[in-house]
């Protein structure tokens, strides 16, 4: 007769080996005579293994198209193994994707690789946000225009900035879409604005000074400070091209009371 | 609260089973994004469709949209895929108030989960994983159930699982297994047609064997599904629950047979990957309306008029 066995001692001997393959099925598991044990293992090894690089595929395919499949999937088997979810929602998986993108050896001569992952990370977060109304532009025909610099704004929840020293959006753009590649002669930074104004998910390339003056607002500054810090960091920075584009993308809900 | 109060609880409920009300003799499939503007044209009368609950935890935005276009149209069936039930783990209790509230939002017809486990350690394996059947486990799952149960203020299914493994330990069939936990929860089962034909191929032992110790009156909704066949080492055939093909013939026989017995149950097309287009896996559903119908006749001479219009939808 077989002792029974303590009750948490089948999923802490059934586990380790789902993201190792080098540990053998559990001891304790069966099949019928002339079958094989490890064969019926690895089915669920392979289960966890491939539906959790899909699930990368699925939140990164830009990233995928830019590797191609077979190096993306090596990458990501990689990352699953080490790394697997914590959460059961695999749309919030692989926020720490991009970051071991960063470190991954052979992605090394694909420095803007993690920064695109970044924005399409930010992308997916936008996609599942809570509903809110964009800000209107008659929402500004109430404010004294004496208390404008001290207007501040609540975000929208899909509002994301993703800031980069390469051209991560337009690398993102073009190889989110069906359409054919082609070489891209820039070598500017670029920083995204990911928004739901409507009912898709926009990214877009904001202007210089944008993403520290949106940044700020974001972080709750009063509008005056904003628009300071994104002169200090550039020159260049427009204020009235930065509010049309702010309104028009949908980064903020309301303005605070 | 504890656990006994819960059961108590529990116990109370009024048996789901066939007698779901609105639900019998409904057939549908599982709800994908990419069929919804194709269901809004051509969808499936008298239908209902099944959504996996992790999708729609989200806070909003395009699965919120889809799930209200198709829920506006069609009873849902709220089919949960990583609850963990039959993990020796605590349920995750975010996991279980984001299950809750989707309930309340969605208002499903059925709510359903799987006897299985899925993570372990702070780990979410993405994967329907295997339990021994013990009277250790027994309590366990059927802790989790009442937990669910009285977390949702009503009664779950739970579906029998495909396995690829058993367990040495393991002291109860699976069928008296799920029989045990019907019989303390008061919860209803989702019987997977395919996953006893899956199992069975897999273990070596008869699929019809397992139906005739299926508990029946417990049934309130099945499953069938298509699976893909590969061989182990030993060259023993080894059947996947894969979800991305027809319902087999061998499944379809054994459907005859659990409706012959088992009555105008709900039936629902589960189709995952590889999706074909919103006519293919309509056809599926309307061969289940065929056998259901064949048989509601056969069970209830009166009821012709209901067959009647059965057919007439198909035409």
């Keep these: ?257 | 609260m504890n656990t006994f109060n819960r059961s108590a609880t529990a116990h109370a409920w009024a048996r789901p089973g066939p007698a779901t009300p609105g639900t019998s003799g409904l057939v549908g499939t599982s709800f994908k994004h990419e069929h919804l503007a194709a269901i809004l044209e051509d969808g499936l009368q008298d239908g209902f469709f099944e959504v996996h609950a992790e999708n729609y935890m989200g806070a909003g935005g395009a699965p919120h949209r889809a799930l209200s276009a198709i829920r506006e149209r069609y009873p849902i069936s709220l089919h949960g895929v990583c609850m963990s039930i039959g993990g020796p783990d605590k349920l995750d209790h975010e996991h279980l108030v984001r299950f809750r509230e989707l309930v309340a939002r969605c208002e499903p017809a059925l709510v359903s989960e799987h006897l299985a486990w899925s993570s372990h350690g702070g780990a979410f394996f993405n994967d329907l994983l295997p339990l021994p059947y013990t009277r250790t486990t027994l309590d366990k799952v059927c802790d989790h159930i009442d937990q669910v149960q009285e977390a949702i203020g009503r009664p779950m299914l739970l579906e029998n699982p495909a396995t690829y493994l058993a367990f040495a330990s393991s002291t109860m069939s699976e069928t008296g297994f799920i029989r045990a936990v019907a019989q303390r929860t008061g919860c209803g089962l989702l019987l997977d047609v395919n996953n006893v034909f899956v199992s069975a191929v897999n273990h070596g032992y008869s699929a019809h064997g397992y139906l005739a110790d299926f508990p029946f009156e417990y049934v309130g909704e099945i499953h069938l599904a298509g699976h893909s066949e590969q061989h182990d080492d030993e060259q023993a055939p080894l059947l996947i629950d894969s979800h991305d093909r027809p319902v087999a013939d061998a499944v379809w026989a054994l459907y005859r047979d659990v409706i012959a017995q088992a009555g105008q149950v709900p039936t629902l097309i589960e189709w995952d990957s590889r999706l074909p287009a919103w006519p293919e896996l309509r056809a599926q559903a309307l061969a289940a309306r065929r056998i259901l119908a064949a048989h509601a006749v056969e069970q209830t001479p009166e009821s012709e008029a209901a067959h009647r219009e059965h057919a007439g939808h198909e035409a």
């Excluded at chain 1, 970051?99 to 695109?116: G, H, K, N, Q």
């Excluded at chain 1, 500017?188 to 940044?215: H, I, K």
């Design chain 1, 1 to 257: 007769m077989k002792p029974e066995f303590r009750a948490s001692d089948y999923a802490a001997a059934f586990s380790p080996g789902l993201t190792n393959p080098d540990l053998a099925a559990p001891e304790d598991a069966a099949v019928v005579h002339g079958r094989s044990v490890a064969a019926r293992y690895n089915v669920y090894r392979n289960n966890v293994t491939v539906s959790l690089i899909d699930a990368l595929a699925a939140i990164y395919p830009a990233v995928q198209r830019i590797t191609g499949v077979d190096f993306f999937r090596a990458m990501a088997r990689f990352h699953v193994r080490a790394t697997p979810p914590s959460s059961p929602l695999l749309f919030e998986y692989g926020r720490g994707f991009p970051s071991f993108i960063e470190t991954y050896e052979y992605a090394r001569d694909m420095p803007w690789l993690a920064d695109t992952a970044r924005i399409e990370r930010a992308w997916l977060d936008a996609y599942h946000a809570a509903d809110a109304a964009p800000l209107a532009a008659e929402a500004f025909a109430n404010i004294d225009p004496g208390a404008l610099a001290q207007v501040r704004f609540v975000a929208h929840p899909a509002a994301r900035i993703v800031r980069s020293r390469y051209p991560a959006v337009a690398i993102f753009v073009m190889n989110r879409a069906d359409g054919p590649v082609a070489p891209l002669r820039s070598s500017d930074a670029e920083d995204a604005l990911v928004t739901r104004p409507g009912d898709e998910v926009t990214v877009s390339r904001l202007p210089q000074g944008g993403a520290a003056f949106l940044g700020a607002l974001i972080a709750g500054a009063p509008l005056g400070a904003a628009a300071e810090t994104a002169f200090e960091e550039s020159g260049a920075f427009d204020l009235p091209v930065n509010l049309a584009a702010m309104i028009s993308a949908g980064v903020f809900a309301a303005i605070q009371p």
